[in-house]
C-alpha cells in the first residue's frame, strides 16, 4: 500500500503511556512513560456515531502513525488504552487503536489511533 511521503508527515506528539503497577489493586496508577513520536498525522476534528439526534462524539482527533516513516514506530495495543496523548499543548485520552497491515505481506501498515 502507498504511504504518504515523510514529508507530509510533520506533526509530533508526546505518547503518555500507562505504567502498570503491580501493588495497585483497583488500576488508580498515574505512573507514565513518556516518548515522543515525530513524522506522524494528526486530524484535529470531532468524529461522531449515531444518527440524527442520537449521535455520540468517538474521538477528538485521529492520529495516524506509519510504519518507516513514523520514528520511533513502537507497538501499541488494546492496553494501552486509557494511555495520554500530548498535541500542541492539549492532552487527549487514548480510546481506540486501530492497526492495519499490507494485504500482500500481512505487515503492520499503520495504526490509526482514536483520541477524546
Not at 17 to 30: A, H, M, N, Q, R
Not at 68 to 92: A, C, M, Q, R
Request: with cysteine; charged share 25%; glycine share 6%.
Amino acid at each position: 500500500m502507498l504511504k504518504p511521503p515523510k514529508s507530509m508527515c510533520n506533526q509530533s506528539i508526546i505518547l503518555k503511556l500507562k505504567v502498570e503497577d503491580p501493588d495497585d489493586i483497583y488500576g488508580e496508577s498515574t505512573n507514565f512513560d513518556e516518548i515522543k513520536l515525530d513524522n506522524c498525522v494528526v486530524h484535529a476534528r470531532t468524529v461522531y456515531e449515531g444518527s440524527n439526534n442520537n449521535r455520540q462524539i468517538v474521538a477528538n482527533a485521529t492520529i495516524m502513525l506509519y510504519s518507516g516513516i513514523t520514528t520511533p514506530f513502537i507497538e501499541l495495543t488494546k492496553d494501552h488504552l486509557g494511555s495520554k496523548i500530548e498535541y500542541n499543548g492539549v492532552e487527549y485520552t487514548l480510546t481506540n487503536v486501530s492497526e492495519s497491515r499490507d494485504p500482500f505481506s500481512n505487515e503492520l501498515y499503520q495504526y490509526k489511533l482514536g483520541v477524546i
